[in-house]
């Protein structure tokens, strides 16, 4: 059964960085668009950033751009988003998401989720 298992939240000060990870299992996920969400307490999940099958492109929220980087290894079957600078606004549970086809900022669009990894920003 194909799962994406997140990895290396944690606490950090702001203006830090984090490096978390999303690795594949069950199937191979290099033919998808992968992408990454993030919810914080009280708000709906939102967009962060998306990148094609090969990373030949890639896509951000306004929020995070020039901060935060999405990479893949698809050799590996992980995905990772590079958190530079982070803002105590940056806390939230970060979740990683596959698609087939293109990539999407719409969170509906999204055929596999994993658990999430909780990211905390301390001012």
């Known amino acids: 059964q194909a799962q994406l298992v997140e990895s290396g939240g944690g606490l950090v000060q702001a203006g830090g960085s984090l490096r978390v990870s999303c690795a594949a299992s069950?199937?191979?996920?290099?033919?998808?668009?992968m992408g990454w969400f993030r919810q914080a307490p009280g708000k709906e999940r939102e967009f962060v950033a998306t990148?094609?099958?090969?990373?030949?492109?890639?896509n951000y929220a306004g929020s995070v751009k020039g901060r935060f980087t999405i990479a893949r290894d698809n050799d590996k079957n992980t995905v990772y988003l590079q958190m530079n600078n982070l803002k105590p606004e940056d806390t939230a549970v970060y979740y990683c998401?596959?698609?087939?086809?293109?990539?999407?900022?719409?969170?509906?669009?999204?055929?596999?989720w994993g658990q999430g990894t909780q990211v905390t920003v301390s001012s």
């Open positions: 990148m094609n099958w090969n990373g030949a492109f890639t």
């Open positions: 998401a596959a698609r087939r086809g293109t990539p999407s900022q719409a969170a509906a669009n999204y055929d596999y």
């Open positions: 069950g199937r191979t996920f290099s033919s998808y668009a």
